[in-house]
């Protein structure tokens, strides 16, 4: 009955079950977490403008990115995944979702950045709709925990307006 | 040694009564994992609640070894989500992140495009030959939430089966011999 087998079976079990429990509790220690994260995107340049020979209208754009993730971070948060998409709709699409650029910010002191890039993802349109075209950029994160729950949440920033023509 | 001779001794011993309850148990154990994993699949409406990481090429997020737990919903899919599709011609389903998405006016159809967090390049290569887009058919699940490590549990498993069938082999001996 109280052989070394049923004990050391006891004992696994018991340790598992507490192991569960606490990955358990720490991934609701994230709900306590209210985020504020702030974000700023400008657009600093069109580089160019063109349709492509297949007849899909690409862009490629200088982008000033800021934003402070900082309070996203909690003491279960592996990463963050950050990345900036334009959105639009189109009369073939009701939406489009381009990524832009992304990037992961592996601890807090590093969630606080300010950087000017040309988009890392080609912004390619399903079709030529893209001449002054508006769009809406947003900044999505996704906080990947180190066990439990993954959150995601977005600040839109709408008003960002492409050209009238080709360039 | 002992272990085994009296494990011998007490399989001898066994009346047929006993010998029932040990099958009925064995084949409680058995039926009992298959309601759960059928009932994870019906609340979370993939086919395949659970999910091992193989690869790393979402790294540093999940690393090979690590769980995934899959959720199927009527929401539409959207950019930043970790998805696990099939692409036609490919056994084993992939785990990578959409970074575009072009959702229909009337129909609703999508066209997805996937990358992995540590890989240069996005999916087309992976995709079947020509395959530009990926559909709503081809995605089996997106992740929700992850847990670390337990996944290689069955890497191990299928990677090296004579480790399986021992495991399997002793815990049929331990319900088989153990008496309460």
Same mark, same amino acid.
């Given at each position: ?10 004992? *696994? ?18 709900? *306590? ?103 809406? *950029? ?30 | ?180």
């Amino acid at each position: 009955m109280h052989s070394f087998w049923y004990r050391a079976n006891a004992l *696994l079990t018991f340790a598992v079950t507490i192991l569960a429990l606490m990955c358990a509790m720490a991934s609701i220690t994230d709900h *306590l977490n209210v985020p504020q994260p702030q974000a700023d995107v400008q657009v600093s340049n069109i580089n160019w403008f063109r349709k492509q020979p297949n007849g899909n209208d690409e862009v490629s754009l200088t982008l000033t990115i800021s934003a402070d993730l900082q309070s996203t971070f909690t003491w279960n948060t592996k990463q963050v995944f950050v990345f900036l998409a334009a959105e639009y709709e189109t009369p073939k699409n009701s939406l489009n979702q381009v990524s832009l650029w992304d990037g992961i910010i592996p601890s807090k002191d590093q969630a606080k950045f300010s950087i000017q890039t040309t988009n890392k993802y080609r912004f390619i349109d399903q079709g030529s709709n893209l001449r002054g075209k508006e769009f809406n *950029l947003t900044l999505h994160w996704h906080v990947m925990p180190k066990t439990g729950r993954m959150f995601a949440d977005k600040i839109v920033m709408p008003g960002f307006g492409l050209p009238q023509e080709y360039r | 040694m002992g272990l085994i001779g009296s494990a011998r001794d007490s399989v001898r011993s066994l009346q047929l009564r006993q010998l029932l309850t040990q099958a009925i148990n064995l084949g409680l154990i058995v039926t009992s994992a298959l309601i759960i994993w059928k009932g994870l699949m019906c609340v979370t409406g993939s086919e395949s609640p659970v999910v091992v990481v193989l690869s790393g090429s979402m790294e540093p997020g999940f690393k090979r070894g690590d769980i995934l737990f899959l959720r199927m919903s009527k929401d539409p899919i959207r950019t930043g989500e970790i998805v696990v599709f099939h692409v036609d011609g490919r056994e084993i389903p992939i785990v990578h992140r959409v970074i575009k998405v072009h959702e229909r006016q009337e129909t609703g159809e999508v066209d997805v495009l996937t990358k992995g967090d540590n890989n240069f390049g996005d999916d087309r290569l992976l995709y079947a030959h020509g395959q530009l887009w990926l559909q709503q058919h081809h995605i089996m699940g997106r992740a929700v939430g992850f847990l670390p490590y337990v996944g290689w549990v069955t890497i191990i498993m299928t990677e090296k089966p004579i480790i399986k069938y021992l495991l399997i082999g002793a815990l049929g001996l331990l319900v088989i011999t153990s008496k309460e």
